[in-house]
C-alpha cells in the first residue's frame, strides 16, 4: 500500500475529492495544516484519518518543516498530496522527498504559476492577461516554486463574463476534483511497481551485500541476506546453514587469503531476536544481546570495514520475533572526514507486504559509494519461496553470489530457511 499524506491550508474541497476517491493501491493516513483551524482539517476527522494543524506562523518555518517530518515518519508516509497547500516548502524539505510531493495548481502552467499566484490570485491574473483557455496541472514538486516535471493537464474556455470566483469554481469542480484523484491514483501505481523488492533490486548493477526485514503478505517474519561481489577472493564464496545459523563459507578453501572481511555469521538468533549482519559484528551484536545489552551497545565499537578505498559500510539488522513484533536496521558508514556514523533505523509501522532494505553501495562508482539515507521501504509480493526466487533472478548474474530467505511464522514460531548459493546452480 502507497501511504499518502494530504496538506491542505484551505476549504479541503480537493482534499474532500480525494478522499471520496478510490486511491488504491494509495490510501490517505495522515491530513496536516499550516493553519491550526483549517476547514480541511474537519473534513478528514470525519472520517477517522489523523488529521493535525500547526501553526507556521507561532512555529517558524524550520520548527514547523521538521514537526511535518517527524509526523510523515510516525505515520510512514509513501507520497505528499499539496491539495491547496500554500506553504512553498524549503529546497532540504523537498530534496529530501524527491519525487515524492504532488502538487495542484489551478492554471496551465508554466503560464501563471510560481510565488505570490495562489488561490484566487492565479484567476484575477488570468483574466487580467486576457487568455481565452485555462485549466489546472497537476505536478511533482521541485526547489522551484510550481516549476517540478507535469504530471496531468486539462483546459477549459476563459468566458467573457467571468470573474476570478467564477472561474475558479469552474476550475475546481469541472477539472480539479477529478483530475487530482486520478492523477494520483496513477502515480501510486507507478509507484507501487517501483517499490517491489524485484523492481528495485533489477535497478541495481551492483547494491554489494543486503539485509530486508519485514513481513510477508501473509504476516509472517521474513528476513533476507544477500551477498553480491566482484573480486575472485569475495566470490570464492557460499552460504551455509548450520542448524538455524547461516554462515558464509569459502568454495575453495585453497584460495583463501585474508578471511577476516568475508567470513563471518550472516544470521542468527538468540531466543526470539534474529540477527542479520555483513561480517563478523555479528559477534559483538550477539554477544551484546546474550548479556542482556542492546544492538546498538553491541555495535558500539564496530566502524565501517578497512578496505581502503572502499570503505565498505558494516549493515547489521535486529528481529525481534517474540512479544512486540519489531526490527532495527542500522549502517555504520564512513563519513567525508572518515569518522564512522552509527545509524540506526528502528521500524515505524509494521505492514503486511511491507519491509525495509539497506545495502552497501549506492552507486556502481570508483570507489564504491555507501548505500545513502534512509533504508527504503520495499512491497513484498508471495511468500518467502516465491520472494527467494524473485530476488535471486532479479539480481545481476555477473555478481550474485548467495541468498538467504528466512520465513518466521509469528504464531508457530516455525522457521523455514531457503538459502540459493551461484556456485550450486553452475
Ligand atoms: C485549489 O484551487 C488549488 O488548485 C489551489 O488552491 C485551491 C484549494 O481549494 N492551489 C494553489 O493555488 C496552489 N498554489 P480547496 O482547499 O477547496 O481544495
Not at 60 to 76: P, S, V
Not at 204 to 221: H, M, Q, V
Not at 326 to 346: M, N, V
Request: aromatic fraction near 6%; charge should be negative; charged fraction near 25%.
Amino acid at each position: 500500500m502507497i501511504r499518502i499524506a494530504v496538506l491542505a491550508s484551505g476549504s479541503g474541497t480537493n482534499l474532500q475529492a480525494l478522499l471520496d476517491a478510490d486511491l488504491l493501491p494509495g490510501e490517505v493516513v495522515l491530513v496536516a495544516s499550516d493553519k491550526p483551524d483549517a476547514q480541511a482539517l474537519g473534513r478528514s476527522r470525519m472520517k477517522g484519518i489523523p488529521s493535525i494543524g500547526l501553526d507556521r506562523k507561532t512555529l517558524g518555518r524550520k520548527a514547523f518543516e521538521q514537526t511535518l517530518e517527524d509526523l510523515l515518519g510516525e505515520h510512514a508516509v509513501d507520497l505528499i498530496v499539496l491539495a491547496g497547500f500554500l506553504t512553498i516548502l524549503s529546497a532540504p524539505f523537498v530534496n529530501a522527498h524527491r519525487n515524492r510531493i504532488i502538487n495542484i495548481h489551478p492554471s496551465l502552467l508554466p503560464s501563471f504559476g510560481g510565488k505570490g499566484y495562489y488561490g484566487e490570485r492565479v484567476h484575477e491574473a488570468v483574466l487580467k492577461r486576457g487568455v481565452k483557455i485555462s485549466g489546472a496541472t497537476v505536478h511533482l514538486v521541485t526547489e522551484e516554486a510550481d516549476e517540478g516535471p507535469i504530471l496531468a493537464q486539462q483546459a477549459l474556455s476563459v468566458a467573457d463574463d467571468d470573474t476570478p470566483t467564477s472561474l475558479g469554481q469552474r476550475i475546481l469542480k469541472t477539472i480539479e476534483w477529478t483530475l487530482l484523484p486520478k492523477t494520483v491514483q496513477q502515480y501510486c501505481r507507478k509507484l507501487e511497481e517501483e517499490m517491489q523488492l524485484e523492481t528495485y533490486l533489477k535497478g541495481l548493477r551492483y547494491p554489494g551485500r543486503g539485509i530486508l526485514c519485514g513481513l510477508s503478505e501473509e504476516g509472517k517474519a521474513l528476513l533476507i541476506y544477500f551477498i553480491t561481489a566482484r573480486s575472485k577472493h569475495s566470490r570464492n564464496r557460499m552460504l551455509v546453514a548450520q542448524n538455524e545459523m547461516v554462515r558464509t563459507q569459502a568454495i575453495d578453501e585453497s584460495l583463501l587469503v585474508d578471511p577476516s572481511l568475508i567470513i563471518y555469521r550472516a544470521i542468527d538468533r538468540i531466543g526470539n531476536a534474529f540477527v542479520v549482519a555483513n561480517g563478523d559484528q555479528s559477534d559483538a551484536i550477539l554477544a551484546s544481546l546474550a548479556c542482556g545489552h542492546s544492538f546498538e551497545e553491541g555495535l558500539a565499537a564496530a566502524t565501517y570495514e578497512p578496505d581502503a578505498p572502499n570503505y565498505t559500510p558494516r549493515i547489521s539488522a535486529l528481529f525481534q520475533t517474540g512479544g512486540p513484533i519489531s526490527y532495527t536496521l542500522s549502517i555504520l558508514r564512513r563519513r567525508e572526514d572518515g569518522s564512522c556514523e552509527h545509524a540506526f533505523f528502528p521500524s515505524a509501522k509494521l505492514q503486511a507486504g511491507e519491509g525495509h532494505l539497506i545495502h552497501t553501495y549506492e552507486k556502481e562508482e570508483e570507489p564504491l559509494s555507501s548505500f545513502a539515507g534512509e533504508p527504503r521501504k520495499m512491497l513484498l509480493k508471495g511468500s518467502g519461496e516465491t520472494l527467494a526466487q524473485g530476488v535471486w533472478q532479479s539480481l545481476d548474474e555477473r555478481v550474485r553470489v548467495g541468498l538467504c530467505v528466512k520465513e518466521i511464522d509469528l504464531d508457530t514460531h516455525e522457521v523455514q530457511t531457503i538459502i540459493i548459493n551461484a556456485e550450486e546452480r553452475r
